[in-house]
T-cell receptor, first 115, second 115 residues
Framework: AQTVTQSQPEMSVQEAETVTLSCTYD???????LFWYKQPPSRQMILVIR??????QNATENRFSVNFQKAAKSFSLKISDSQLGDTAMYFC????????????FGKGTKLTVNP | DTGVSQDPRHKITKRGQNVTFRCDPI?????LYWYRQTLGQGPEFLTY????????KSRLLSDRFSAERPKGSFSTLEIQRTEQGDSAMYLC?????????????FGPGTRLLVL
């Protein structure tokens, strides 16, 4: 069974600064995807960024980038130039390819961006 | 395309009552997932449909829970004889199922409170 661990229950950052959210996972699978999802207060979960395990290059989406360390089973999210709208719960998730491809989530990190 | 929709958005019920939730996935998405999210936790997988076939159920899904996707389009999740421990956010997600792009898109959720 896969597990996902987010060791930072809460984090805060000043507007325009950079913050990194941590995620580690445990799996015996070789073919999988990793995701960061964002869940703003009282709003639905949306995908921030995804990484395919077979790709060595770290994924980047505008101000969001990941540091994927496959051997260490680490998948951190860096948010640059933080904006007030980035305030949300952030969930790291794992998906093994094949089968149901269900998502296994961590417990989340509550990020607050301060003005 | 308006995304994944769920109805109702909120439900308050008394212990012992039955409740039913509906999920309408993104048009032409073959895969549909149900997750449950309790306070302070990440979503946990409940069950998964490929078209109309229910292919996987979590151990979290007790015999009081039943899910259907009769025509491979919308899905319903029914909880019979609700218990206070069923209080949670019930999330639905869909994905194309084309093997090319398997990102899951989430609905806004149904928040259930059992009194």
């Amino acid at each position: 069974a896969q597990t996902v661990t987010q060791s930072q229950p809460e984090m805060s950052v000043q507007e325009a600064e950079t913050v990194t959210l941590s995620c580690t996972y445990d799996t015996s699978e070789n073919n999988y995807y990793l995701f960061w999802y964002k869940q703003p207060p009282s709003r639905q979960m949306i995908l921030v960024i995804r990484q395919e395990a077979y790709k060595q290059q770290n994924a980047t989406e505008n101000r969001f980038s990941v540091n994927f360390q496959k051997a260490a089973k680490s998948f951190s999210l860096k948010i640059s130039d933080s904006q007030l709208g980035d305030t949300a719960m952030y969930f790291c998730a794992f998906e093994a390819r094949g089968g149901s491809e269900k998502l296994v989530f961590g417990k989340g990190t509550k990020l607050t961006v301060n003005p | 395309d308006t995304g994944v929709s769920q109805d109702p958005r909120h439900k308050i019920t008394k212990r012992g009552q039955n409740v039913t939730f509906r999920c309408d996935p993104i048009s032409e998405h073959n895969r549909l997932y149900w997750y449950r999210q309790t306070l302070g936790q990440g979503p946990e997988f409940l069950t998964y449909f490929q078209n109309e076939a229910q292919l996987e159920k979590s151990r979290l899904l007790s015999d009081r829970f039943s899910a259907e996707r009769p025509k491979g389009s919308f899905s319903t999740l029914e909880i019979q004889r609700t218990e206070q421990g069923d209080s949670a956010m019930y999330l639905c997600a869909s994905s194309p199922g084309t093997k090319k792009q398997e990102t899951q898109y989430f609905g806004p959720g149904t928040r259930l409170l059992v009194l």
